[in-house]
């Protein structure tokens, strides 16, 4: 049995492992156009930020220690072909420029996502980056201590993310998104919340710029030394970081015929199986069923990636599976701000047919005579005629993270919210209030919907 | 319309509240022997600890603020015999010694616990605590100090509380469990892990002694200066806090003839309603119905206090709801070690007649590489024959608490184990590892449950 896995992040290295354990004969080998293989791509704004020293605390499974399970890992090999009629691909090898086949029984496609850079002038200066492998964030890394001012390019979770690492680093940022709102993958209520919560903390550290956007890089030879933006403002930069968003890298997919979804990623089965035989695909390079919308997203998280990686080898080694879609939980920190959600946002909600009534509350996370209370906001979502529970997002500077896990887990049982008002939740002064935010949030949901309001 | 309350700390503060609220024109009286009303009880180990100064924080309405919304608030005020033939009540006033009867259209009976006293020589002596009143509170914090040394009696929640609130006075803390194990409540394994975990990070700030008991407190006019032990050990103290346990104060109810269940506690249907009709009971001293388990349980804890006081307002006031029951979630902190559980353990589990199977995973809380990461034990229980989940248990330095209640919605539900690792829980590193403790404790369940192990 040839099992070759292309791509080695989350879910390729998670497929690789999962089907030695399954099949302990396979010959397996996994080629990656990458420098490293298994690691954690989600840590690299925590690298970058200095909460450790070594990029290697990042790597989950060295290539030595996946030899020593006797799965070959080919680094910095391109696969620049699927032939699924004969069952091979073909891989070339970035550093000799040698190209061979390789056969398979079977494929498993994990090439992940690749940063989505907006067509900016000198865009490919030194010192613009993007920020998705370990070796952008060694560049990045490497950088830091001959910066004084950075620049990020787009206000979403990675933007955000980098915003925090870099201000942590004493370094000046100034983040420029193109739309309106910053976090805009959250409703507008809350995103509005998030950035007048930022501006609150802000001690001159960064700025954040919406309805504008970078139309240049300036700079010479040494690198970038600044942007200009649309509206003319010029802003000075020793680095600047491109985080416009990530697309799906299906390009050979595509090419050998693998179906793609109506979001552009790969369309899978429960089985992670495409539409061609013996080829399955993970990670971000597929996409999702939602379990609330019923409909596909596409949805490039770490967890999920892990999760469908393990069912893309069990159904490819002969061990039936299935991974059974998301609800869309994510979260993400800022500064000390906790953002998180599950489900679907109110916009979403309307987008997939639902008629969605909300509750929104602000309160202390624990009680507030503790020293460390701090105040969440929590926005809940139900569908007015049936009272099904939606979706759920939180903020703030207290514990707005688990509060949204428990919220899924009501998701994932199709609660509606008169069931959900009856929770058991767990109560002590320092850790909540006696009526917890989110049942309180929960409540008030209820009432609007018995009212009709 | 004339609504009389007996009790006035959760459930009858809340009960008063929420009728004048339904009902503007009721004439709403609320007697209590106690000299405070509408207290964070719960608060009270947290106010001992220094927190905050003034104990007036842990007042959540004053008499005051309940004059004002015209009920009124008779404290100092015992309610020594309810008269349901003639529908009246017998009040004596603890201060005067005068008598009177008042008549009730609807009564609600909110008694709460006291505190569980065992037969100790001296039990009486100055400075011998029990910890359940504000006035308790008041005293112990005076007494604070003016000590040195401190003997806790009973090394449950309000022990494990005790222990903090004094360690971090600066107090060296003795405590006494007469049982084989700490915080029994919990599995024996759990146990065992937070008897550990205690003494791992303890500086010879406290002592824990089990399987042994104080026979005998020393002392004389001044107060109590040591206790003995059956073990004959002698230990001094200028203070000790007996923490035995509290019992249901339903002696009243009891001799008025309404009815107790089998855990002693009121017996009452989901409307709050006892066997005799116009009179409702909520708090402490109800008992409640487990819905893993289809049970009674007593489970004496302010958030169902809180739902039940609500509960009895509405249907005395002619507004029809219910209480679903409980599924025994609860909470505590003990010098940064979580402690939580929802459901059944695994020895309830066994009780209630199921087939348990058990797994525990010990895990980092966030991604290891967090330098704010700690470890937490996860244990997971299910029924072997269903797959249905029955129960779990956080123990850990690490966010132990809000993934029990991520588990006590699934339990709402009525998930079974297979359903549950289905979960999409958010995902950061700050947050949590890749696959979440939670979910990897369900995994391995899963794999038990599958392979018949």
């Known amino acids: 049995m040839k099992i070759v896995i ?9 497929a690789a492992a999962k089907s030695r354990r399954l099949l ?22 925590y690298y970058i930020e200095g909460n450790f020293e070594d990029y290697r605390t990042l790597l989950v ?17 391109h696969v620049s072909k699927i032939l699924p009629q004969c069952k091979k691909v073909l891989v070339e090898n970035l550093q000799s420029g040698e190209a061979h086949l390789v056969d398979y029984d079977k494929l498993i496609v994990a090439t992940g996502a690749v940063p989505f850079v907006p067509d900016i002038k000198n865009v490919n200066l030194h010192n613009v980056f993007t920020v998705r492998r370990l070796e952008d964030a060694i560049a990045i890394r490497e950088k830091i201590p001959s910066s004084k001012n950075a620049v990020i390019v787009g206000g979403g979770y990675i933007g955000i993310e980098m915003l925090e690492a870099l201000v942590r680093q004493n370094l000046h940022v100034t983040l420029i998104e193109r739309g309106p709102k910053i976090m805009s993958i959250f409703d507008e209520d809350m ?3 998030i950035a007048g919560q930022l501006a609150s903390i802000n ?25 200009i933006t649309s509206n003319g403002r010029r802003i000075d930069a020793d680095m600047a970081i491109v985080c416009s968003g990530v697309k799906p890298n299906v390009k050979i997919a595509e090419d050998a015929g693998i179906k793609l979804g109506i979001t552009g990623a790969i369309e899978v089965t429960p089985q992670m199986e495409t539409n061609i035989q013996d080829i399955y695909a993970c990670g971000d390079c597929v996409e999702e069923f939602n379990i609330i919308s019923g409909k596909p997203m596409w949805l490039p998280l770490g967890a999920n990636a892990n999760k469908e990686g393990r069912t893309a080898a069990m159904n490819a080694c002969g061990f039936p599976d299935t991974f059974e879609g ?26 997939a047919g639902f008629d969605p009534v909300c509750a929104r509350v602000t309160k202390y996370d624990k009680v507030g005579y503790m020293p460390d209370a701090n105040n969440i906001t929590i926005k809940v979502i139900a569908d007015r005629k049936t009272g099904r529970l939606l979706g759920a997002q939180g903020v703030g500077a207290g514990d707005a993270d688990k509060r949204i896990n428990t919220f899924a887990t009501a998701l994932l049982a199709k609660l509606t919210v008169k069931e959900f008002v009856n929770n058991d939740l767990t109560y002590a002064p320092p850790f909540s209030p006696t009526i917890d935010p989110l049942l309180n949030a929960a409540q008030i949901l209820l009432s609007k919907i018995e009212q009709g309001s």
Do not use: W
Not at 6 to 14: D, E, L, M, R, S
Not at 30 to 38: E, F, G, I, N, R
Not at 211 to 222: I, M, Y
């Open 61 to 77: 499974r060295s290539p030595e220690e996946f030899a020593k399970s006797n799965i070959f890992i080919h680094l910095q090999s």
């Open 326 to 351: 998301v609800l869309g939980s994510a979260v993400t920190r800022c500064l000390g701000l906790t953002m998180s959600t599950t489900g679907l946002t109110e916009k979403d909600a309307i987008k």
């Open 191 to 193: 995103s509005d919340l």
């Open 203 to 227: 001690n001159g550290e960064f700025e954040i710029i919406t309805s504008d956007s970078v139309v240049e890089f300036t700079g010479d030879n040494n690198g970038v030394n600044g942007v």
């Open 6 to 14: 292309i791509g080695g992040v989350a879910a390729g290295a998670k």
């Open 24 to 45: 302990p004969d396979a010959e397996i080998n996994l080629y990656t156009d990458d420098t490293h293989v298994s690691y954690s791509a989600c840590g690299i704004p």
